[in-house]
C-alpha cells in the first residue's frame, strides 16, 4: 500500500514532505515533547520519520490537533472500526501549525428537533477531527425545552413534547437528563471541545410559557387561549413577561445550568423578540415605567442585564446574538453577528469581543443548491460549498484597530428541517470541513486546491459513516412539500438587507 497523498482539513501553516515513509502501527513510538510557545496554547509541531511520530505541543488542546493531523496522514481504511489494524504507510513529514481563531464553533440546534445523546456524542468527535473547538448546544425554543432543571420538572415534562411538527400529525420530543449533560461534557472536554449552552430568552421560549403560564403576558388577548409547545417553526410572538418573579426564575435556572456547564461562556439568546406582547400588556407598560425606560428594547436589555449579572457573578461570561446591541451590553458580552456583519462591527467598536456568523454564509441548514430535491430551508437562497469557502470571519468594513475584537466564527446547524442523524449529516458535510478551513487556516485561501483535498477527505467520512452530499449533486431523496411557516419579519428583513448590498456592490 502506496503512502496516501498529503491531504489534511483544515489546512496547516506548513508542511514539508520528506522523501520516504514510515510503516504506522500500534507499536510505533510515539514522542510527545514541550510545545513552541511562539505558535501559541493550541499551536504544534508534527514529525514523523525512520524514528517514529514526534509531537511538539504545550497542552492538551495542540496534542489532540496533532493526534488528529495524524489521523488524516493515514489511509481512509485506519479510520473503520473494523479495519484491519495495519501497519500504514505513512509519507515522511514535518507539519508546523496554529489556528487563525480560538472560537471556531458549531450551534447545534437541538430544541426544534431533539438530537439522542449518542449522536452528539458522534458529531463531537467529527468536530474535533476539524478542529472545531466550541460546541454552541440551543436547547430552549418555542418548540421544545431540552435541559432537566430539577427545580422546574414542568420544563421537560410539559415543555420536551409537542404534539405535531407543522401539521405532520407526530409527536416529536425528548430531553437530556442532568447526567446526560455531564456525560456529554465530558466527553467534549476530552476532546478540547466547550460546551456553551443556549438558554435563549426573552423570545423563543413558548415552551417554557407552556409549561409554566405564569412566565408569559397574562393580560394581552392571545393569553386567553391555552399555551402549548409551539407546533409551527419561525418567530413566536408569545414572549415572557418582565416581573421580577419571572427573572427569578430563570435565575434558579441558570443555577443549575451552571453546575453542568464549567466552561467560561453561557449564551441567552436575546434574539428574534417581537415586542408586541409587551406593547399590548398594560402591566409590561407599567413596569416600563416603573424601571424609567423608554422603550421595550430597553425592557428586554433590562431583563437581559438581571440575568447576565447573576450569571456574571458565578465568573460566566455572556453570549448574545447582535439584537442585543439594540440596548447597553452587559459588561464582557460577545455578540454573535447573525444577521450581516454590522452587528460585529458595531460590537467592536464598543469594545466587545464578537462573532461573526452571517446567516447567507454560515448557515447550513440553508439547501446547499438549487437542485430538485436538495434539502433544506426552501425560503433562503442556497449556500453552496464554494459560497462556505469563501467566507472571511473579519469584515471588510471593520477598522483595522478593531478586528482584535473577532475572536472567531460559527457555522449554524437549525434543524427545522433536520429531522434525524442523517439529514444532519448531510446538511453539515461537507460544508463544514469548509468552514474549518475559514477558522483554522491562512486567510489566502484556493477553492479549487480545497476541492483536490476533499476529494480524499471525503473517503475518510465514508470509512466514519458520515452520509455527507456528495459533490456532484443530492442524493436520491424523497421529495416532500414545503412546510408552512408563521412569517418570521426580522430574517425577511436581513435578507433584504443582503439583497440590497450586493446590488450596491
Known amino acids: 500500500m502506496d503512502a496516501p497523498?498529503?491531504?489534511?482539513?483544515?489546512k496547516p501553516l506548513h508542511i514539508e514532505r520528506g522523501a520516504g515513509e514510515l510503516l504506522f502501527s500500534s507499536e510505533t513510538p510515539v514522542t510527545l515533547?514541550?510545545?513552541?510557545?511562539?505558535?501559541?496554547?493550541?499551536?504544534?509541531?508534527?514529525?514523523?520519520?525512520?524514528?517514529?511520530?514526534?509531537?511538539?505541543?504545550?497542552?492538551?488542546?495542540?496534542?489532540?490537533?496533532?493526534?488528529?493531523?495524524?489521523?488524516?496522514?493515514?489511509?481512509?481504511?485506519?479510520?473503520?472500526?473494523?479495519?484491519?489494524?495495519?501497519?500504514?504507510?505513512?509519507?515522511?513529514?514535518?507539519?508546523?501549525?496554529?489556528?487563525?481563531?480560538?472560537?471556531?464553533?458549531v450551534l447545534l440546534d437541538v430544541?426544534?428537533?431533539?438530537?439522542?445523546?449518542?449522536?452528539?456524542?458522534?458529531?463531537?468527535?467529527?468536530?474535533?477531527?476539524?478542529?472545531?473547538?466550541?460546541?454552541?448546544?440551543?436547547?430552549?425554543?418555542?418548540?421544545?425545552?431540552?435541559?432537566?432543571?430539577?427545580?422546574?420538572?414542568?420544563?421537560?415534562?410539559?415543555?420536551?413534547?409537542?404534539?405535531?411538527s407543522i401539521g405532520d400529525g407526530k409527536p416529536h420530543g425528548g430531553f437530556?437528563?442532568?447526567?446526560?449533560?455531564?456525560?456529554?461534557?465530558?466527553?467534549?472536554?476530552?476532546?478540547?471541545?466547550?460546551?456553551?449552552?443556549?438558554?435563549?430568552?426573552?423570545?423563543h421560549s413558548m415552551a417554557a410559557i407552556a409549561?409554566?403560564?405564569?412566565?408569559?403576558?397574562?393580560?394581552?388577548?392571545?393569553?386567553?387561549?391555552?399555551?402549548?409547545?409551539?407546533?409551527?417553526?419561525?418567530?413566536?410572538?408569545?414572549?415572557l413577561n418582565v416581573e421580577d418573579a419571572t427573572v427569578?426564575?430563570?435565575?434558579?435556572?441558570?443555577?443549575?445550568?451552571?453546575?453542568?456547564?464549567?466552561?467560561?461562556?453561557?449564551?441567552?439568546?436575546?434574539?428574534?423578540?417581537?415586542?408586541?406582547?409587551w406593547k399590548a400588556s398594560p402591566r409590561a407598560q407599567q413596569r416600563k415605567a416603573e424601571l424609567g425606560l423608554e422603550t421595550e428594547e430597553d425592557l428586554q436589555a433590562w431583563f437581559l442585564h438581571q440575568v447576565s449579572a447573576h450569571v456574571a457573578a458565578k465568573g460566566r461570561k455572556l453570549l448574545g446574538w447582535d439584537e442585543i446591541l439594540e440596548g447597553e451590553l452587559f459588561p464582557g458580552t460577545v455578540v454573535s453577528s447573525w444577521r450581516g456583519t454590522e452587528g460585529a462591527v458595531e460590537a467592536a467598536r464598543r469594545g466587545h469581543d464578537t462573532l461573526t456568523s452571517p446567516f447567507n454564509w454560515t448557515y447550513f441548514d440553508y439547501r446547499q443548491s438549487d437542485?430538485?430535491?436538495?434539502?433544506?430551508?426552501?425560503?433562503?437562497a442556497p449556500t453552496s460549498l464554494e459560497r462556505a469557502y469563501a467566507f472571511e470571519p473579519v469584515p471588510e468594513q471593520m477598522p483595522t484597530e478593531h478586528a482584535r475584537h473577532v475572536i472567531g466564527s460559527e457555522a449554524a446547524l437549525w434543524s427545522e428541517y433536520m429531522s434525524s442523524p442523517r439529514i444532519l449529516d448531510y446538511q453539515a458535510f461537507p460544508r463544514l470541513a469548509a468552514f474549518c478551513e475559514t477558522v483554522w487556516s491562512a486567510a489566502e485561501r484556493d477553492f479549487t486546491e480545497f476541492q483536490g483535498r476533499l476529494v480524499r477527505h471525503l473517503e475518510r467520512l465514508d470509512a466514519l459513516g458520515v452520509e455527507y452530499r456528495p459533490l456532484d449533486g443530492p442524493r436520491p431523496w424523497q421529495k416532500h412539500p414545503a412546510p408552512r411557516w408563521r412569517s418570521n419579519p426580522l430574517t425577511e428583513q436581513a435578507e433584504q438587507n443582503e439583497q440590497t448590498e450586493q446590488t450596491a456592490e
Open 5 to 10: 497523498e498529503i491531504s489534511i482539513i483544515p
Open 33 to 105: 515533547r514541550d510545545g513552541l510557545p511562539e505558535l501559541g496554547p493550541e499551536g504544534y509541531r508534527l514529525t514523523v520519520d525512520d524514528s517514529g511520530v514526534t509531537f511538539e505541543a504545550g497542552s492538551p488542546a495542540a496534542v489532540l490537533h496533532a493526534e488528529q493531523t495524524l489521523r488524516q496522514l493515514l489511509p481512509p481504511a485506519a479510520l473503520r472500526e473494523a479495519g484491519d489494524g495495519g501497519p500504514f504507510p505513512v509519507p515522511h513529514v514535518q507539519i508546523i501549525d496554529a489556528p487563525r481563531f480560538r472560537w471556531r464553533g
Open 111 to 164: 430544541a426544534r428537533h431533539f438530537l439522542p445523546k449518542r449522536e452528539v456524542l458522534r458529531f463531537l468527535d467529527l468536530m474535533a477531527l476539524h478542529k472545531l473547538n466550541v460546541l454552541h448546544w440551543h436547547l430552549t425554543e418555542d418548540q421544545g425545552w431540552r435541559i432537566e432543571i430539577k427545580r422546574y420538572p414542568r420544563l421537560t415534562e410539559i415543555g420536551s413534547w409537542r404534539t405535531e
Open 176 to 203: 437530556y437528563t442532568q447526567d446526560d449533560i455531564r456525560e456529554i461534557v465530558a466527553y467534549a472536554a476530552a476532546r478540547s471541545i466547550t460546551v456553551v449552552p443556549e438558554i435563549d430568552v426573552p423570545g
Open 211 to 239: 409549561a409554566y403560564p405564569e412566565l408569559g403576558n397574562q393580560d394581552v388577548p392571545s393569553a386567553a387561549e391555552p399555551r402549548a409547545v409551539w407546533t409551527l417553526f419561525g418567530v413566536a410572538t408569545e414572549v
Open 248 to 277: 427569578e426564575f430563570y435565575k434558579n435556572v441558570m443555577d443549575e445550568v451552571c453546575e453542568l456547564f464549567p466552561g467560561e461562556y453561557l449564551c441567552l439568546g436575546g434574539d428574534e423578540c417581537p415586542k408586541d406582547e
Open 371 to 380: 437542485a430538485d430535491g436538495e434539502p433544506g430551508a426552501p425560503w433562503a
